[in-house]
């Protein structure tokens, strides 16, 4: 310290010379140490761009990898390395005005020792001399409040930092400001006021001569940190409290899963729901084979764990959608099974651990995959178990038009159709006997401008006196969503009788969609399901499509979510309903006719039909058998 004493006092001095005041003195050595390190700003400030510049790559390793914290502080590290990032290099600057403000220690004694006139305040020290003096530490705490505010805005790396971050950074100055005025002389405290307020003009130097924004690609940040921020709000799980059981039993599951060695097949769940979509298959593989089921799902009170207490060789597991994000990444399977869209373009993503998998597709729907499905939607599965030709000749152009590689395309059919069609022959007779009078339901979808929203109204007032009964189902997402507007549609017709007119609460069944005679929709997938089940019509209100691929004309396809309109019924635009009341009536006139119709359709349209969950149980082991002879034979050329 004495050295760097002897170093300084005759700068201080001639600074004084120059000056005459001791105060001023200061100011000017400050700003001369501040030219001094003026190579050390602009070299700390080129490595806070590089370090903006690796926060879109290091976002989507976040991304990439998420919840899998020891794999991402090795990809971190070795981004790090390759882009000659120093972590630690923001934090020589401030070592350096540490080891300064002590060798100003004796400058500042040897200039109180000598007694000069001007120089008794400068050596008094607030916590032994207090009064007046407070006013220093004081200060040094607001100096270092204006110096964060600015280096929130102006510093490179600062201003793209975390709220969090940003308060971490700036309570730690301001704290260390504060107290430093509180403990050294108040000339010292007084060099560090100007050395804060000093270094916001540096920051503004170092952003004229090397500027951010000619290095840093703003845009690609900050979709970056929309990707990050969506994996991070993704789950709509409830904040869990301290010792939650729910915690306890993802944690134990987690754990249980990958307890477990080579696992031949694995389900994933979104929720109780789907599991009608894959009933069929494990049904038929617990019966057909010894495989053991492993089936993840997000839901707790999915009725899987149910149907596992009465099969042994079902294993449940629980995971919530974040940790579901990790436990994929990590997945460790012959062949995984979902209903997921758009693997590997989102939050879940192909294994990292596992290049081998084979993953496999059930679709939830029998429609198109053109206009209703993202572009991509598909491509990073290795197989689709399609429910009809349609779905096959429909990716096969789909696959060539964008070059992408072809998959496995599996014909299969849908059991969720088998199950119905059963369920409605064996009840079809009750039906039939329990109704005083011809149903029509109106069953919309919920996207914007459906047909409660735009057209609800010309639909009702014309079925009204008819001798039918009208309900009307919306789609739970609705009344969930838009409750007002649902309530405010049933007051507009409080006075109707129940007999002529019902709005349905309850979709815990589908016995509505059973008992209808004629279903009006727009753009909902509940017709295939009901015209194909109860061979009866349906009509089609023309209003704005669902599309999810705006594009979807480019593949030259027939769509069939539209040819389909006026096979399976007659599809009317807004403009021509003054012709939908007659249009039931004569639909109900010629069941018969329709009735012939819709089944030479269905026949034609559906694979294996009444068979579904057996093709596909079947090909499912098949695949696991595949892969079991594939790893047998690599052990014997080992």
């Not at 510049?53 to 390793?61: D, E, I, S, T």
């Not at 407070?134 to 040094?140: F, G, R, S």
């Not at 600015?150 to 975390?162: D, G, K, M, Y």
């Not at 009078?437 to 009204?464: H, K």
């Amino acid at each position: 310290m004495e050295a760097l004493a002897d170093l300084f006092s005759p700068v201080v001095q001639a600074c004084y010379d120059l000056s005459h005041n001791w105060w001023i003195a200061i100011l000017l050595f400050t700003l001369i140490i501040k030219v001094v390190l003026m190579p050390m700003a602009l070299w700390v400030q080129k490595n806070s761009i590089v370090m903006v510049q690796v926060m879109p790559a290091l976002n989507r390793l976040k991304v990439k990898y998420y919840g899998d914290a020891e794999t991402i502080g090795e990809k971190q590290t070795a981004l790090y390395k390759e882009q000659h990032y120093h972590p630690m290099l923001s934090l020589v600057p401030l070592a350096l005005q540490v080891l300064i403000l002590f060798g100003l220690v004796d400058v500042i004694h040897r200039i109180t020792d000598n007694g000069a006139p001007g120089t008794e305040f400068l050596g008094l020290v607030p916590v032994e001399a207090g009064g007046i003096t407070w006013i220093m530490p004081v200060l040094a705490g607001l100096s270092a409040v204006a110096l964060g505010c600015a280096q929130n805005r102006i510093n490179p790396l600062q201003r793209e930092q975390s709220r969090a971050e940003k308060n971490t950074t700036n309570g730690l100055s301001i704290a260390l400001s504060f107290f430093l005025g509180m403990f050294v002389a108040t000339g010292m405290a007084f060099y560090w006021i100007c050395s804060n307020l000093l270094a916001i003009l540096v920051q503004v130097l170092c952003n004229i001569i090397v500027k951010p924004s000619r290095y840093i690609n703003y845009e690609e940040l900050e979709a970056s940190r929309a990707e990050l921020a969506g994996i991070e709000a993704l789950s709509t799980e409830r904040r869990r409290r301290f010792n939650d059981p729910l915690a306890r039993r993802e944690k134990a599951d987690f754990k249980r899963f990958f307890a477990i060695a080579d696992k031949h097949i694995v389900f994933y769940s979104e929720g109780s729901g789907f599991y009608k979509y894959f009933r069929g298959a494990v049904e038929w593989l617990l019966e057909h084979s010894d495989i053991t089921i492993h089936y993840v799902t997000n839901d707790p009170e999915d009725k899987i764990f149910e149907l596992a207490e009465q099969h042994p060789r079902v294993f449940p597991y629980y995971i919530g959608e974040k940790k579901a994000i990790t436990l994929m990444m990590k997945m460790d399977a012959d062949v995984v099974v979902t209903t997921l869209g758009d693997l590997d373009n989102f939050y879940i993503k192909r294994s990292y651990v596992r290049k081998d998998i084979e993953y496999v597709y059930m679709f939830h729907h029998m429609t198109s995959m053109d206009m209703t499905s993202t572009v991509g939607e598909y491509d990073n599965y290795d197989t689709l178990l399609c429910t009809g030709p349609h779905q096959i000749a429909e990716m096969k152009i789909i696959e060539d038009l964008r070059g992408i590689r072809h998959k496995n395309l599996v014909p299969c059919g849908y059991d969720l159709l088998d199950r119905d069609l059963a369920d409605y022959a064996a009840r079809r007779d009750a039906i039939e006997a329990a109704k005083t009078r011809p149903n029509i339901v109106l069953a919309p979808s919920w996207q914007d401008d459906n047909l409660l929203d735009c057209c609800i109204d010309d639909l009702i007032q014309p079925l009204l006196g008819r001798g039918w009964r009208i309900v009307v189902r919306p789609h739970p997402e609705y009344t969930k969503r838009y409750r007002p507007r649902w309530e405010a549609l049933q007051a507009r017709y409080a006075d109707a009788s129940s007999e002529e007119l019902v709005f349905e609460q309850d979709f815990s069944s589908n016995d509505t969609i059973l008992t209808a005679d004629v279903i009006v929709t727009d753009w909902s997938s509940v017709f295939c399901e009901f015209c194909f089940t109860t061979l009866r019509p349906a009509v089609f209100i023309d209003t704005p499509p669902k599309v999810r691929n705006p594009n979807w004309r480019d593949f030259g396809l027939d769509s069939t979510d539209i040819n389909l309109r006026n096979r399976l019924g007659k599809s009317l635009a807004l403009n021509e309903l003054d012709q939908f009341a007659d249009a039931i009536a004569d639909m109900l006139a010629h069941k018969e006719a329709w009735h012939d119709r819709i089944r030479d359709i269905r026949d034609g349209f559906v694979f294996n039909l009444g068979h579904g969950g057996e093709a596909a149980g079947e090909y499912l082991l098949k695949a696991v058998l595949e892969k079991q002879q594939a790893k047998e034979g690599e052990r014997s050329h080992a």
